[in-house]
């Protein structure tokens, strides 16, 4: 990162978010978006997953207490913005390359990375098993695409009947 931002080059782990008043979340997320971009344009890699999230990514960090609260994303190529406000962001450069940052999450490469997923319907079921035994909140996100998976239904449906501090949230990008 080679730029200087206001705000972004202040932040290295979600705790710094929590430093940040509401209004100042949104230029968060502009920067993180610039970033985005500019890491992206130069190791190739999925752009438009993780610009989809951005500001969901930033608010998420914001409101939960990561990595204790466990945030699970469906598809890997989403978690981009995750890994810059996950002290990652000095590494983005490396992706894709050898020793480099992993492209998806990697439970080896950061303690903010709960579950390792490239492409998969397993968000939900994942989330859920993380809740079990644990008083831990737990937050998937999936897409639309994914949502139609057999896999994911089971989930909803097994969720209902245990008593878990689970959030589901649905990207719907109008990609299915």
Do not use: C
């Not at 890994?83 to 894709?96: A, E, H, Q, Y």
């Not at 008593?163 to 990008?173: H, R």
């Amino acid at each position: 990162m080679s730029k200087k931002y206001k705000y972004l080059n202040n932040i290295n782990f979600p705790s710094d978010i929590k430093k940040l008043s509401q209004s100042e979340l949104k230029f968060l997320a502009d920067e993180v978006r610039e970033e985005l971009i500019e890491v992206v344009s130069e190791t190739g890699g999925h752009l438009g997953a993780g610009l989809g999230v951005v500001e969901l990514t930033v608010v998420l960090h914001y409101i939960f207490n990561t990595p204790s609260d466990k945030l699970i994303w469906d598809v890997g190529h989403q978690t981009y913005p995750h890994k810059i406000i996950t002290g990652r962001k000095s590494l983005m450069s490396s992706m894709r390359q050898k020793d480099g940052l992993h492209p998806f999450p990697s439970r080896e490469e950061s303690i903010f990375d709960t579950f390792g997923v490239g492409h998969s319907s397993t968000s939900i079921s994942a989330a859920l098993g993380m809740t079990v035994g644990s008083n831990e909140k737990a937050i998937a996100v999936i897409g639309d695409g994914a949502l139609t998976a057999g896999m994911a239904f089971e989930a909803l449906s097994h969720s209902g009947n245990l008593n878990k501090d689970l959030l589901v949230i649905l990207n719907d990008n109008n990609m299915s």
